[in-house]
């Protein structure tokens, strides 16, 4: 029996090496990282009744990514599931190095970084699962040096297992290298959304369920739905859908048929190598820190 962050059981095997993860459910398939293209940092309050199995979810946050505050969270998320602690230090450097960043663009990628990081910790996450209720944040503490810009230590959420424990066998495994294939914005969420529905080889999806993971109900219907046809091509262009159909009630789109590629046999070759979250005895003081904090 293994156990994530020693307190969730699970019968998985938990992989964190950097093509490849197991990231929980809610976190792929809620409307938390989504298409943000513009520079303005607005303060987001979002109430979802139902999102197939998910009630009641409630959302305040600034809106994260699905690109670099991704880029973000799946770094410091390989991070937290190698490691018995909550907090650690991100070193610019590595991080750059891991996401294959020219280092002429550290002073730049500096910046991106704490603002990704503020947003994180301001994110907030209330949701029913079956008969609980979870209520979480991504972050607690963020300690930047000026003395020393190249490093930000942080601290996780003791309740961010959370997201993991209203089903611990809903893991998903997330390629990295597949998902940096993905250019557009929709296509990328919608990866995330469609990754955590594949129990079957053909699925049918509501077009409101998709327009609410996209957290696009303000935006004109009509552009939606041909943002929504473009990311389509886009994932059977990759190969990780096979193809789409339509799903009409009248004259108007009420769903879609997405049939899926077939799942790649072996996806990591080199099991000698792979970073597995051992069985330990259960810590339930789950403050536990690597560094010492200044309060």
Avoid: W
Avoid at 44 to 63: A, C, H, T, W
Avoid at 116 to 133: A, C, E, I, Q, V
Avoid at 205 to 224: G, H, M, P, Q, T
């Amino acid at each position: 029996m293994d156990y994530l962050f020693k307190t969730v059981e699970t019968d998985k095997i938990v992989y964190a090496q950097n093509g490849y993860m197991t990231i929980a459910k809610s976190i792929l398939h809620l409307p938390i990282f989504q298409s943000v293209k513009n520079g303005e940092r607005r303060r987001i309050n979002l109430q979802i009744d139902s999102l197939y199995g998910f009630k009641n979810v409630e959302m305040r946050f600034y809106p994260l990514s699905v690109d670099f505050d991704f880029d973000v969270f799946f770094y410091i998320l390989q991070k937290k599931i190698k490691s018995e602690n909550l907090s650690f230090t991100i070193n610019i450097n590595k991080f750059m190095e891991f996401h294959k960043v020219h280092p002429s663009n550290k002073k730049v990628y500096i910046e991106k970084l704490k603002n990704s990081l503020d947003n994180m910790l301001d994110f907030y996450l209330r949701f029913s699962y079956g008969p609980k209720t979870y209520k979480c944040h991504l972050l607690t503490h963020v300690e930047e040096n000026e003395e020393c810009r190249e490093e930000i230590k942080i601290t996780f959420s003791r309740f961010f297992e959370n997201f993991y424990k209203h089903d611990p066998d809903l893991i998903f495994n997330f390629k990295l290298t597949e998902f940096k294939d993905i250019k557009g914005d929709y296509a990328k969420a919608l990866y995330m959304f469609y990754l955590t529905n594949r129990f079957n080889e053909v699925v049918e999806f509501k077009v409101s369920d998709i327009i609410k993971r996209l957290n696009a109900e303000k935006y004109n219907r009509k552009d939606v739905l041909k943002r929504i046809a473009k990311a389509h091509g886009e994932l059977i262009k990759i190969g990780f859908l096979k193809d789409v159909g339509t799903i009409k009630k009248g004259n108007g789109l009420v769903g879609y048929t997405v049939e899926f590629d077939k799942i790649r046999k072996c996806p990591l070759q080199d099991h000698t190598s792979i970073p597995v979250v051992k069985h330990k005895t259960t810590i339930k003081d789950l403050s536990l820190c690597d560094e010492e904090l200044p309060f």
